[in-house]
């Protein structure tokens, strides 16, 4: 090898042993894993709303749009169904009112409100599309 080519490859492994050891010394992070499977721990102030939407005569609906709206904000959020007919949205406040609603090709659902008084940390609210 020509000694620049040399010099240059003797640099770059000095880095590289360099960088691997300042990830083993390198203190524990806050940031969950990307990889590892790992979940984030649950946090004591956050919810999780999952239901089923269903047609007038209970069959379970694909392609439902179903928007949840922050009373305090009125940020809306959306989730589309699939075959299974569920939804579902995480990391609800559990000082926060909720509005949820469904609709699919010109047929929606009743308004039902997740209040601050639900204490369940999963609740379940399940929506028929029986309005035109």
């Known amino acids: 090898m020509k000694p620049i080519l040399m010099a240059s490859f003797a640099t770059a492994v000095v880095l590289v042993t360099l960088s691997a050891q300042q990830v083993q010394n390198a203190p524990p992070s806050n940031n969950p894993p990307l990889f590892k499977g790992e979940r984030k721990k649950a946090d004591s102030n956050e919810r999780s709303l999952t239901g089923v939407i269903t047609d007038k005569t209970d069959n379970?609906?694909?392609?439902?749009?179903?928007?949840?709206?922050?009373?305090?904000?009125?940020?809306?959020?959306?989730?589309?169904?699939?075959?299974?007919?569920?939804?579902?949205?995480?990391?609800?406040?559990?000082?926060?009112?909720y509005e949820v609603k469904a609709e699919r090709q010109g047929q929606a659902s009743d308004t039902r409100t997740l209040t601050?008084?639900?204490?369940?940390?999963?609740p379940i609210i399940n929506l028929k599309l029986d309005k035109s």
Not at 67 to 87: E, N, P
Not at 116 to 122: A, F, G, H, I, Q
């Open 116 to 122: 601050v008084y639900d204490s369940r940390k999963e």
């Open 60 to 97: 379970l609906v694909e392609g439902a749009v179903v928007q949840i709206k922050d009373t305090k904000t009125l940020r809306v959020r959306s989730f589309l169904t699939k075959a299974d007919g569920k939804y579902m949205f995480h990391g609800l406040s559990v000082d926060t009112d």
